[in-house]
């Protein structure tokens, strides 16, 4: 985590470290054995200065300039339906009060990142680990871990779409529950190419709704429209089976054709994932 105390001061204290420690330890727990709560923190909102809100502001403000024509109109309805607040960072404990009555998910504060079990055993129980720090002014464009903009902008307007929120947890239990390293690895892919940078067709043409792709301002137009991007259509085996680079815009993109599609599919992998599981076990 960075060094920066305009940047750590939000998560300065036991609490967070108490919170990170817990996450840290659940990866060498049993899958029943993991208690999410112990991974979850306070947004000490008053701690957000004048620079922090401003930073929202403006990386709201560029991205709603394109994304009403590039985005998924399931996630701007998403967007509508939480109003988020577009001037100031947004209180999680608002987000949830109109999420809630939605699908039943929730965003729960977290100090930082997540080791990959404690991550899932949250979206496994509906709950996802919101980073509550805020990138600093000098890195706008362009933060290397995620932060509350990424998660709370790019993530949850799709957490308020039934037909997804059932996707992500039954994506969370299946990768919860196998510790068998080829499904893993298939599994981080899937989560790349879906949830980071999917795209969807709708009324005939390709949207956004990854989030990593919703977030960037830069890799959204190159997703789209760029020559050098292999848009391919949705499959799931053929998604497990494409790895990926993280240090660059993505050469390859999966393109699906309703959410429904990566629902069922989803269900289908899961149902032979925790069925492996439970012959193992």
């Known amino acids: 985590m960075r060094?920066?105390?305009?940047?750590?001061?939000?998560?300065?204290?036991?609490?967070?470290?108490?919170?990170?420690?817990?996450?840290?330890?659940?990866?060498?727990?049993?899958?029943?054995?993991?208690?999410?709560?112990?991974?979850?923190v306070s947004q000490p909102w008053e701690r957000y200065n004048a620079e922090n809100h401003e930073v929202w502001a403006t990386l709201v403000r560029r991205r709603l300039e394109t994304l009403e024509e590039e985005a998924s109109e399931v996630f701007l309805t998403g967007m509508r339906l939480l109003g988020?607040?577009?001037?100031?960072v947004p209180r999680v404990s608002d987000v949830n009060d109109r999420l809630r009555s939605l699908t039943g998910w929730q965003s729960r504060g977290v100090?930082?990142?997540?080791p990959a079990k404690a991550f899932f055993a949250c979206l496994a129980k509906r709950q996802f680990p919101t980073t509550i720090t805020i990138?600093?002014?000098?890195?706008?464009?362009?933060?290397?871990?995620?932060d509350i903009f990424h998660d709370v902008f790019g993530h949850v307007p799709l957490h308020a779409d039934p037909v997804f929120a059932d996707f992500l947890q039954t994506y969370g239990r299946a990768a919860l529950h196998t510790n068998d390293p080829y499904h893993i690895e298939r599994l981080a892919r899937l989560?790349?190419?879906?949830v980071e940078f999917g795209l969807i067709r709708e009324h005939g043409r390709v949207k956004l709704y990854g989030s990593g792709l919703i977030s960037s301002i830069g890799e959204s137009p190159h997703a789209l429209l760029s020559p050098d991007v292999d848009r391919r259509p949705f499959d799931m085996d053929r998604v497990c089976d494409t790895p990926f680079e993280i240090d660059h815009y993505q050469p390859i993109l999966?393109?699906?054709?309703?959410?429904?599609?990566?629902?069922?599919?989803?269900?289908?992998?899961?149902?032979?994932v925790l069925d492996e599981a439970s012959v193992a076990a």
Do not use: C, H
Request: net charge negative; charged share 35%; glycine share 2%.
């Open 3 to 40: 060094k920066d105390i305009r940047y750590n001061v939000i998560i300065d204290g036991d609490e967070f470290r108490r919170a990170q420690a817990a996450a840290d330890a659940a990866a060498d727990l049993p899958e029943d054995q993991i208690d999410p709560e112990a991974f979850y």
């Open 84 to 88: 988020l607040d577009k001037d100031r």
């Open 111 to 114: 100090p930082g990142y997540l």
């Open 135 to 146: 990138r600093p002014k000098e890195l706008i464009d362009y933060l290397p871990e995620p």
């Open 191 to 194: 989560f790349w190419f879906t």
């Open 254 to 272: 999966y393109v699906l054709e309703s959410f429904e599609q990566l629902r069922d599919a989803m269900n289908d992998y899961a149902e032979r």
